[in-house]
């Protein structure tokens, strides 16, 4: 890769930094089984007036919230190609509160059978008819009288609340961003018969060495925590993200997981070497290559889509966005490519085509549409 673009890759993030729009970052870029960038910019935590605060360090630990998902959604592949979970099976068998639910009509105000029974498959490419009720109205109010999404909540009690709920789509007619993974991991859970941050530790962080990758922090390691300004600098609101200090008792498949660039670079490697990485002890093979291709295709074809989290010119796969052609979308990128983000300012992209996966972590909110247009075009500008 050009080393003028990845110097200037790392000079536009200083500057952003340097402005008071990002508190710090890490950027780390990998290409031809090469990591070719790891650096960091900023701090650590803001600083406040009368104190110095410590640099971002390219080890510092940070929130990944929806990066979690395609984590979660590995796991899956691999009970599947167990013989143990079918993506063709309904959410009911593995979850009772998923049986028999009911649509919801805008319209008329009033609710329907599904049509059909919502699948895992639903619930990997967000078809399930679930929502995240960021929104007012029927369906968002009684998300909220549930308390769905509590950390108060573990998965099987999120489960057994979100599942007499009505839907917002008929099962597999429409993509809407979810609380689906969160619900996927209720099933993991159920299928494997332990706490879902044990299956993700014996079968994920373990095998690939991700030692810095849980749901909470431990306290010897919180000195290394990346924290977000206290206000956004754009907006003047308050920002407030998970506390990770303790484990906590919702263990959220959707958006639960803290981790550094390095660990989350070993879960990319696994993905762009089509189920096989290095690991601590010599290669590691979690999954079989065509499982990848499968899990990493587009999953949707002509399925509406509702809202604009989802990209122009992506579709989406079993558990992240892809991109259906190299032109259409706002940001570079080829045809095949695989992304996606998290809340508090995170972000990754894979692309076979260019042997190339890229990582951005940050603690702001507030600018992660911004950064997942602006990190792209740096990347690719360096190739």
Same mark, same amino acid.
């Given at each position: 890769?050009?080393?003028?673009?990845?110097?200037?890759?790392?000079?536009?993030?200083?500057?952003?930094? #340097?402005? *008071?729009?990002?508190?710090?970052?890490?950027?780390?870029?990998?290409?031809?089984?090469?990591?070719?960038?790891?650096?960091?910019?900023?701090?650590?935590?803001?600083?406040?007036?009368?104190?110095? /605060?410590?640099?971002?360090?390219?080890?510092?630990?940070?929130?990944?919230?929806?990066? /979690?998902?395609?984590?979660?959604?590995?796991?899956?592949?691999?009970?599947?190609?167990?013989?143990?979970?079918?993506?063709?099976?309904?959410?009911?068998?593995?979850?009772?509160?998923?049986?028999?639910?009911?649509?919801?009509?805008?319209?008329?105000?009033?609710?329907?059978?599904?049509?059909?029974?919502?699948?895992?498959?639903?619930?990997?490419?967000?078809?399930?008819?679930?929502?995240?009720?960021?929104?007012?109205?029927?369906?968002?109010?009684?998300?909220?009288?549930?308390?769905?999404?509590?950390?108060?909540?573990?998965?099987?009690?999120?489960?057994?609340?979100?599942?007499?709920?009505?839907?917002?789509?008929?099962?597999?007619?429409?993509?809407?961003?979810?609380?689906?993974?969160?619900?996927?991991?209720?099933?993991?859970?159920?299928?494997?018969?332990?706490?879902?941050?044990?299956?993700?530790?014996?079968?994920?962080?373990?095998?690939?060495?991700?030692? #810095?990758?849980?749901?909470?922090?431990?306290?010897?390691?919180?000195?290394?925590?990346?924290?977000?300004?206290?206000?956004?600098?754009?907006?003047?609101?308050?920002?407030?993200?998970?506390?990770?200090?303790?484990?906590?008792?919702?263990?959220?498949?959707?958006?639960?997981?803290?981790?550094?660039?390095?660990?989350?670079?070993?879960?990319?490697?696994?993905?762009?070497?089509?189920?096989?990485?290095?690991?601590?002890?010599?290669?590691?093979?979690?999954? *079989?290559?065509?499982?990848? #291709?499968?899990?990493?295709?587009?999953?949707?074809?002509?399925?509406?889509?509702?809202?604009?989290?989802?990209?122009?010119?992506?579709? =989406?796969?079993?558990?992240?966005?892809?991109?259906?052609?190299?032109?259409?979308?706002?940001?570079?990128?080829?045809?095949?490519?695989?992304?996606?983000?998290?809340?508090?300012?995170?972000?990754?992209?894979?692309?076979?085509?260019?042997?190339? =996966?890229?990582?951005?972590?940050?603690?702001?909110? *507030?600018?992660?549409?911004?950064?997942?247009?602006?990190?792209?075009?740096?990347?690719?500008?360096?190739?």
């Amino acid at each position: 890769m050009n080393p003028e673009a990845l110097a200037r890759l790392r000079s536009v993030l200083q500057t952003h930094a #340097d402005q *008071g729009l990002l508190p710090g970052a890490v950027a780390l870029v990998h290409h031809r089984g090469q990591t070719v960038l790891h650096e960091a910019v900023g701090h650590q935590r803001p600083p406040p007036a009368e104190t110095a /605060t410590p640099a971002m360090a390219p080890d510092t630990v940070f929130r990944i919230y929806s990066m /979690t998902k395609p984590i979660a959604s590995l796991v899956a592949m691999m009970l599947m190609e167990e013989g143990r979970l079918l993506l063709s099976h309904p959410v009911a068998r593995y979850l009772p509160a998923f049986a028999a639910q009911q649509v919801y009509d805008p319209a008329t105000g009033a609710t329907t059978p599904a049509p059909r029974e919502a699948t895992v498959h639903d619930l990997l490419r967000h078809t399930a008819g679930l929502s995240y009720a960021w929104d007012l109205g029927t369906v968002p109010d009684a998300y909220r009288a549930a308390r769905i999404g509590s950390r108060r909540h573990n998965n099987t009690e999120l489960a057994a609340a979100l599942g007499p709920l009505p839907l917002v789509h008929a099962p597999g007619t429409c993509w809407e961003y979810s609380r689906a993974t969160d619900v996927l991991g209720a099933v993991l859970e159920v299928i494997e018969g332990e706490p879902l941050g044990a299956i993700l530790q014996r079968r994920v962080f373990g095998p690939l060495g991700m030692h #810095d990758t849980g749901f909470s922090v431990p306290a010897a390691q919180q000195h290394r925590l990346a924290e977000p300004f206290a206000l956004d600098p754009q907006t003047g609101l308050k920002v407030a993200l998970i506390d990770v200090t303790a484990p906590p008792v919702f263990e959220s498949a959707g958006g639960g997981l803290v981790s550094t660039a390095r660990d989350y670079a070993r879960f990319l490697q696994l993905m762009l070497g089509r189920g096989t990485a290095p690991g601590p002890h010599g290669p590691v093979r979690l999954l *079989g290559g065509a499982t990848v #291709d499968f899990m990493t295709a587009d999953h949707l074809g002509s399925l509406p889509v509702a809202g604009d989290i989802l990209p122009t010119g992506h579709g =989406f796969g079993l558990g992240v966005a892809v991109r259906t052609a190299s032109g259409l979308a706002t940001r570079p990128g080829s045809a095949g490519q695989y992304s996606w983000s998290g809340l508090g300012g995170t972000f990754f992209f894979v692309d076979p085509v260019e042997d190339l =996966f890229a990582i951005l972590l940050t603690q702001a909110p *507030g600018q992660l549409r911004y950064l997942c247009e602006l990190y792209p075009a740096l990347v690719y500008a360096a190739l």
